[in-house]
């Protein structure tokens, strides 16, 4: 799915981290797409900046 370069994504929250989260730690699925997209991105993220703030 494209997005236009305006658009500004939502935070998830609720009962979607907690599947996420859950698919993340057992090696699992998300079945849709987007959202195993978005939950990779996430860990990305959260990986950079724990990096990030180790070198302070």
């Not at 979607?16 to 797409?33: M, R």
Request: aromatic share 4%; net charge positive.
């Amino acid at each position: 799915m494209k997005y236009p370069l305006h658009t500004v994504s939502k935070p998830v929250s609720g009962s979607e981290v907690q599947k996420l989260a859950h698919a993340l730690k057992t090696g699992g699925y998300v079945a849709n797409e987007a959202a195993l997209a978005l939950a990779k991105r996430i860990a990305a993220r959260r990986h950079r900046q724990t990096t990030a703030n180790a070198t302070k």
